[in-house]
């Protein structure tokens, strides 16, 4: 094409068309790769939220327990709501498991006569301490970071509880992501 030829109506088109098709791939793209950052930022989305009272948590006893999503929508209903396991070790340490089991997130349940977590989908199983005991789960349960304040037990919720959250481990003797 020589200085003098201008393009063809069809060839503007085309690269309008490749122009448009590029920026609709790249924003996707470009929202996951920067998510972290904005994440980040948004106000209460790492947030301390009580459990409760540590008396709610009797020593040498796992229980059942729920707190609300620091972040979440009017739409959310009852799906802000997440579980999770506390176990009171010896009335000073404790320690917060996520309620999925590490295979394929079904939720553990607590059997207290077998001192064990079993996971109902594919019968994965775990220690008291959340490490692995048998079943196609190859790691422990997730654990959550804590804190006691004034008698209350505060969960660090946040992000999901998975081997690639920030404070994660490579480790897998430690399991100390924060949790959602």
Known sequence: MSS???PSRRGIFGVLLNAVAGVMLAV???RYLFSPVARDRKPGYRAWVSLGSVEQFPAGQTRFATYRNP?????DGDTASIACWVRNIDGK???IFAINC???GCPVRWFPQSNLFMCPCHGGAYYADGSRASGPPER???ECRYKVDGGNLFIEAGDMPTPG???ALASLSVRRPPCA
């Open 71 to 75: 972040v979440v929508t009017p739409s």
């Open 102 to 104: 590490a295979h394929l």
């Open 93 to 95: 340490q404790f320690q």
């Open 4 to 6: 003098s030829e201008r």
């Open 140 to 142: 422990g349960l997730f």
């Open 28 to 30: 996707p793209i470009l």
């Open 165 to 167: 959250a920030p404070g």
